[in-house]
DNA sequence: AATGAATGAGGCTTCATTCAT
DNA sequence: TATGAATGAAGCCTCATTCAT
């Protein structure tokens, strides 16, 4: 009979979590509702996490994970900060889009008090600001982009266009894919950016 | 005898309310920390308001009714969709801007679940978007801004520069003024409206 | 209907954990099972206690008021220190022993804990025994007494006396009465008292 | 090979108990704190004590056990009873007073329930009790101590100021020894004992 | 309209104990 | 013998809501 690799019971304590948090709110689940969900006693959950929100925080820290060495792989060939750009904003909407129920959680549930929102802001969301704003400050510097800006102050602009999008998918009931409004967010974001005449 | 105006308790349990759930997020305040703040007993809440959520309800109602009234107000006698859109993206900054407790609740604590944020994006956000892309619309009848995307999608996108904007504005610890940034989100705004090349 | 005298309610309280305790041990009792016994709800428990602890504590703070109140009415009128130490013994007997419940937890549940009983060592027994460290002071000054031994360390020998009569009592299962050893008591006490020969 | 001897490993188990429940309680220390000092797994426990409660007995009857062959060593080459009682006395206070974390668990934690007090005075405590009143009720044969009060009552007074000097010390935080106020308790004793004039 | 004491359901968490390896 | 991951019962406490006054 095959021990169940280590690790195995966290991702399935995490799988539930993610489950019944996009379903219920994180204040409307219990850890009762996560255990049942993942096949454990709700005192296995406690074995691997010292808390309920530490279940919230490891998920988003997962996802976020995912998401950064996703980036870094897809990043390293393209040649300019122009295709660069282009793939980062792909790449979020396409990731953001590939989960619903993840979605439905960074986009909703995270956002539920000013401690936690700060705290994760501060960290993740600020790495990943910064990165864009790297990209953006060098295709300023090749002239590509407009200087009048700060380019951390359009990296939150561009931040903000892809935020409210995945927000806004995940708040509509129709059945479509995010990534199929790249297109768009690409063009917008592509034109934003153009030098003033 | 002067009969006290009817819903001057309501405003000092919605103003108390502001305050409290600003300090200590929705789930972390109390319905008794609100009536202590607000000067009236536990009970008397349920006489203005059927239940705890409510009130946080009837606190983005008001707001967005003075939001609104104002809106209307200033845009009336403006004579073009340019003049109309930079007004509103000033408007926003400085009436999120004119209330920091108020400022946390919509952009944090009104986010906290799926059910409540749909609620409230179908009704008030739906409105306001929809005034926004008649804006844009008249501007790209114009000729004035570009017509390669929908104004509906251009709306969403302004929308959440503004919100990106509002939230960092929140979380940033520094004592800045949220309506500083108005020049440049107007720059950024009018530039990506453009037509293209 | 009359209305319950105020503090009625936390005196129920009080009673029903005298009564759970003394026969369930204070780690053996619940919540639940004091406000049943109390006639109220579990939540009611907390309007007058901040926690289960504070009970405990405020069940031996209200037997010491008793107790304290008790001596010093029935000292104060008493000529000379033979007559107080002999009062102060048959006091402690008669007050000990004239509620068996609140006995067990005098003399074993309030035992439970190092941290515990520091604390309550520290406040009222410490008073009780300098009291009576007075007492046997006064004595040795006037020659009744032994003086090539501390007050203060036969006070505690006295009390040690006191406590071992109290606890036996409480352990033994016959339906004797603690009073019933006052007179030996006495005579023992008088008698290690004695100046040495 | 030399197979580690029997108990090795129980005895390291419950010398981990002594310093654990000393320093947290009985309540406060957990059966995976008392293994980890012990360094064994949790289960282990299991192999040599049917529970948790079993640990504190086996604790108290190991400490009982050498203060009896200590005690019935010292005591049989003495003369007189009144040799034997101050040794008596001698030995309480030396051996109680060589480990604090024994003494903190003797005086203070095996207090806490009616239920376990009882059982323990009922067996060792009650012996010892037994053994001390037949000293004395000796040195009453002799005409050495006063014969108007029972041994056994006798026993128990000094049993009782014996106690209350361990106790008191546990609790002081001052780092005098207990052994230091052998003489004044031996004093006491042999002074309340003496016939009445 | 107003009060605020009382309610009681339900959540998070702990931890003694077990058992498959 | 030994392990330690897993269990799950049970407890303390919170707090939205009610209702007699």
Redesign the interface.
């Known amino acids: 009979m095959p021990r169940p690799a280590t690790g195995r019971k966290k991702e399935a304590i995490l799988d539930a979590a993610t489950v019944e948090i996009?379903a219920h709110?994180?204040?409307?689940t219990t850890v009762a509702m996560i255990a049942r969900r993942a096949g454990v006693a709700d005192g296995t959950i406690y074995l691997y996490f010292s808390n309920k929100e530490e279940i919230l925080i490891s998920l988003f820290e997962r996802a976020m994970d995912l998401f950064t060495a996703q980036g870094a792989r897809e990043l390293a060939g393209l040649p300019g900060p122009r295709e660069r750009l282009v793939r980062i904003v792909e790449l979020h909407l396409e990731l953001v889009g590939a989960d619903r129920d993840l979605a439905?959680i960074t986009q909703?549930?995270l956002?539920?008090?000013?401690?936690f929102?700060?705290q994760l802001?501060r960290d993740r969301v600020g790495a990943y600001l910064q990165a864009m704003a790297a990209v953006i400050a060098e295709g300023q510097a090749c002239g590509l982009w407009?200087c009048?800006?700060?380019a951390t102050?359009?990296a939150?602009?561009v931040?903000?266009?892809?935020?409210?999008?995945a927000?806004?998918w995940?708040?509509s009931r129709r059945n479509t894919r995010l990534q199929a409004?790249a297109d768009?967010?690409v063009?917008?974001v592509l034109?934003?950016l153009?030098p003033?005449?």
């Open positions: 996009a709110g994180y204040h409307g439905i909703v549930e956002r539920h008090s000013l401690h929102l700060d802001s407009r009048d800006l700060d102050f359009l939150k602009a931040f903000g266009v892809l935020d409210e999008m927000t806004d995940v708040l409004r768009a967010v063009g917008f034109g934003s153009r003033q005449a």
